[in-house]
């Protein structure tokens, strides 16, 4: 596609249910990249795929977050049990390879608001 | 442990003048340097990217510096107009993938 997609765009859940975010990045990018903004704490690395190499999951704050790859392209994050504090914008980005020597494409995000 | 910092954090000057926002980071051993606009609710949109070699980057009325020595980056913007009014956010890379975002600086451009 022309640009990173991620949907759904905004997201209302209760406390306690279970997310799916997904990101489709733009055709080609072998680099994905998940980053949280929270309000007041701007944006925090989640996790990095590059292609068929184990994902860099250094930055997901707990075990209810978990993220999947699919054939190298669509991306899933998932949130289990979720919390108020799990409120923020969900922000993923491409790159067409790995080193940000291309710099990083970012998709519009998805809202998600735990009530 | 990498910090960014963007000062100011807002900003307003009348359409039509120059100004230049700030960047500063601790630890000079980066990859690169991307600065990117926010407009409200949306996601992040990039202007420029820096690699540690280079000095500078121009693209129409924008021009980013980078000395990374200093821990320092410029964005300047000339001629600024309305449609400038963002947030603007620098992100530096170092070793690894993971990309260590600035505070932002809030611009607004007044018609």
Same mark, same amino acid.
């Given at each position: 596609?022309?640009?990173?997609?991620?949907?759904?765009?905004?997201?209302?859940?209760?406390?306690?249910?279970?997310?799916?975010?997904?990101?489709?990045p733009i055709?080609g990018h072998t680099a994905?990249?998940?980053?949280?903004?929270?309000?007041?704490?701007?944006?925090?690395?989640?996790?990095?795929?590059?292609?068929?190499?184990?994902?860099?999951?250094?930055?997901?704050?707990?075990?209810?977050?978990?993220?999947?790859? &699919?054939? !190298? *392209?669509?991306?899933? =994050? /998932?949130?289990?049990?979720?919390?108020?504090?799990?409120?923020?914008?969900?922000?993923?980005?491409s790159s067409p390879?790995?080193?940000?020597?291309?710099?990083? &494409?970012? !998709? *519009?995000?998805?809202? =998600? /608001?735990?009530? | 442990?990498?910090?960014?910092?963007?000062?100011?954090?807002?900003?307003?000057?009348?359409?039509?003048?120059?100004?230049?926002?700030?960047?500063?980071?601790?630890?000079?051993?980066?990859?690169?340097?991307?600065?990117?606009?926010?407009?409200?609710?949306?996601?992040?949109?990039?202007?420029?990217?820096?690699?540690?070699?280079?000095?500078?980057?121009?693209?129409?009325?924008?021009?980013?510096?980078?000395?990374?020595?200093?821990?320092?980056?410029?964005?300047?913007?000339?001629?600024?107009?309305?449609?400038?009014?963002?947030?603007?956010?620098?992100?530096?890379?170092?070793?690894?993938?993971?990309?260590?975002?600035?505070?932002?600086?809030?611009?607004?451009?007044?018609?």
């Amino acid at each position: 596609g022309a640009g990173v997609s991620q949907s759904p765009s905004n997201k209302v859940t209760e406390k306690g249910k279970d997310v799916e975010l997904r990101c489709d990045p733009i055709s080609g990018h072998t680099a994905l990249y998940w980053y949280r903004q929270s309000l007041g704490q701007g944006l925090e690395f989640l996790i990095y795929f590059q292609g068929n190499s184990a994902p860099d999951k250094s930055g997901l704050p707990s075990d209810r977050f978990s993220a999947e790859r &699919t054939g !190298g *392209s669509v991306s899933t =994050l /998932t949130i289990q049990r979720t919390q108020q504090e799990d409120s923020a914008v969900y922000l993923c980005a491409s790159s067409p390879t790995g080193g940000g020597f291309y710099g990083y &494409t970012f !998709g *519009s995000g998805t809202r =998600l /608001t735990v009530v | 442990k990498q910090e960014v910092t963007q000062i100011p954090a807002a900003l307003s000057v009348p359409e039509g003048e120059n100004l230049v926002l700030n960047c500063s980071f601790t630890d000079s051993a980066i990859y690169n340097l991307q600065w990117f606009r926010q407009d409200p609710g949306k996601g992040l949109t990039s202007l420029l990217l820096i690699q540690s070699s280079q000095r500078e980057q121009t693209s129409g009325r924008l021009n980013a510096s980078l000395d990374k020595s200093s821990g320092r980056s410029t964005l300047y913007i000339a001629a600024s107009q309305p449609g400038d009014s963002a947030t603007y956010l620098c992100a530096v890379r170092q070793r690894g993938e993971k990309l260590t975002f600035g505070t932002g600086t809030r611009l607004t451009i007044i018609p």
